[in-house]
């Protein structure tokens, strides 16, 4: 009894396990890195909003960096 099926069998089209995973190393990686950057991106604008409101409130203007 093998793990392997029938069509499992026929090594010319058996895609190699450590290319499997390095593809699925390489996606990983990539949605973490993306989730965060979108993350701080997040934290960026929600502290840009929280320094434009204490500069309205406290009769300041905000330049905005620029």
């Given at each position: ?55 309205v409130e ?9």
């Amino acid at each position: 009894m093998t793990l392997l099926s029938p069509t499992g069998l026929d090594e010319a089209e058996e895609t190699d396990w450590a290319v499997v995973v390095g593809i699925a190393l390489v996606a990983e990686i990539g949605l973490l890195w993306g989730a965060a950057c979108v993350t701080l991106w997040r934290r960026r604008i929600a502290l840009q909003r929280a320094a434009e409101s204490r500069a309205v409130e406290g009769g300041q203007v905000f330049s905005g960096g620029h």
